[in-house]
């Protein structure tokens, strides 16, 4: 059984950075897309970006360019996401989620458990 | 970038009741379109992928249905698990994109 273990709650500053880990478990990491999804308080779901782990190349959505970077290390499968130059709308839930392992199942089959990033002075 | 629209934005309903929801795509999908449920403080769930499939585990109640640009999530029977949000997702092309989400409320 696939699992997505995320890196607990944090409080930052404003124009600071966070980087927040997803640690899986079970099934294949290398070769599937691990992707981050973020949630503001009382709104929508909003995909980040993801990255192919045995490639090591990510796609960002455009709005987060230039201030997220997703990473993976491949010996402790464990995805990463940085995002820096916070500022208030930045707090959110931020999820990573893995695809389903059949052809096709890009869809979003498993996901961490969410972290909680607060940006307050 | 694809826009998904999702309608309605809130929806009130008794248990029993058959439910629809709708997706729209601004541009056509190759079917590639997920949808989830999503309940207060959890991750979202998946119910249906490639528009029309069933995912394991999920009760057969929900289904899909749609092509293009006009999806639909319908639930046949409503259960008092079931009021949740739930987003529809294309995953056609990137940037993925989702609705804005439709609240399903016990009327």
């Known amino acids: 059984q696939v699992q997505l273990v995320q890196s607990g709650a944090e409080v930052k500053k404003p124009g600071s950075s966070v980087k927040v880990s997803c640690q899986t478990s079970g099934g294949t990491f290398s070769t599937y897309v691990i992707s981050w999804v973020r949630q503001a308080p009382g709104q929508g779901l909003e995909w980040m970006g993801g990255i192919v782990p045995v490639l090591g190349t990510a796609n960002y959505v455009q709005k987060f360019q230039g201030r997220v970077t997703i990473t993976a290390d491949t010996s402790t499968s464990t995805a990463y996401m940085e995002l820096s130059s916070l500022s208030s709308e930045d707090t959110a839930v931020y999820y990573c989620?893995?695809?389903?392992?059949?052809?096709?199942?890009?869809?979003?089959?498993?996901w961490g458990q969410g972290t909680l990033i607060t940006v307050s002075s | 970038d694809i826009q998904m629209t999702q309608s309605p934005s809130t929806l009130s309903a008794s248990v029993g009741d058959r439910v629809t929801i709708t997706c729209r795509a601004s541009q056509t999908l190759s079917g590639w379109l997920a949808w989830y449920q999503q309940k207060p403080g959890k991750a979202p769930k998946v119910l249906i992928y490639?528009?029309?499939s069933l995912e394991s585990g999920v009760p057969s109640r929900f289904s899909g249905s749609g092509s293009g640009t006009e999806f639909t999530l319908t639930i046949g029977s409503l259960q008092p698990d079931d009021f949740a949000t739930y987003y529809c997702?294309?995953?056609?092309?990137?940037?993925?994109?989702f609705g804005q989400g439709t609240k399903l409320e016990i009327k």
């Open positions: 989620a893995r695809r389903g392992d059949s052809y096709g199942a890009e869809y979003f089959l498993y």
């Open positions: 490639k528009a029309s």
């Open positions: 997702q294309q995953y056609d092309s990137y940037p993925y994109t």
